[in-house]
């Protein structure tokens, strides 16, 4: 396993993102952060207790990597475990920001169930694979466009524990 991203590089950046999240909030309204499961874990966690601001935590799921498949299928979105959003600040939040369809598709969810505003945070970016336009508000990292795992992403649920980003050996195609 190559690492590509370090465990401090990533406490560094995240301490950063905070403070960027923190100055992008004014109103002192309490805010929703939603975290897109299951990827978002660590990344959410370790974000969450840096923001200096009322917050709110749920989850959202939307799935369209499969068991050992890495090539996208149908994207399914389930808001079981969101509470009622009307009128909320939410920041929804994704592991790796890849083709954009996940978070262009969860944003719009959002704003249909009523929320004020909806502001994107990504850890990760891959360059040259966006299919459609979606601008994030906070990135942690733009990355070459190669299979990641570790700090929440996986491989077939595995490698999500990692505490860095990694290369897998002979990444699948
Ligand atoms: P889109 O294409 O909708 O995809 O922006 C976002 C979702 O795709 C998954 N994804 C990855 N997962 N390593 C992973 O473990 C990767 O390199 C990778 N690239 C995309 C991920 O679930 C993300 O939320």
């Known amino acids: 396993m190559d690492v590509l991203i370090t465990a401090d590089a990533i406490c560094d950046r995240i301490d950063r993102m905070a403070g960027e999240i923190g100055a992008a909030y004014h109103d002192g309204r309490p805010l929703t952060v939603v975290g897109i499961l299951t990827g978002c874990l660590v990344f959410m966690a370790d974000l969450i207790r840096r923001i200096d601001?009322?917050?709110?935590?749920?989850f959202i799921t939307a799935s369209?990597?499969?068991?050992?498949?890495?090539?996208?299928g149908k994207l399914l979105i389930r808001d079981e475990l969101l509470p009622d959003i009307r009128g909320r600040h939410v920041l929804l939040l994704d592991d790796i920001l890849d083709?954009?369809?996940?978070?262009?598709?969860?944003v719009a969810h959002l704003l249909d169930r009523g929320a004020e505003t909806v502001k994107a945070g990504v850890l990760l970016r891959k360059v040259g694979r966006q299919e459609v336009p979606f601008e994030?508000?906070?990135v942690g990292f733009t990355i070459p466009d190669r299979f990641v795992v570790g700090y929440g992403l996986d491989f077939n649920d595995?490698?999500?524990?990692?505490?860095?980003?990694?290369?897998?050996?002979?990444?699948?195609?």
């Open 64 to 72: 369209s990597y499969r068991g050992e498949a890495t090539s996208p």
């Open 53 to 58: 601001l009322p917050v709110r935590v749920a």
């Open 136 to 138: 994030p508000d906070f």
């Open 158 to 173: 595995e490698y999500r524990h990692l505490p860095y980003i990694g290369v897998l050996d002979g990444p699948p195609a």
């Open 99 to 106: 083709t954009g369809k996940t978070l262009t598709r969860v």
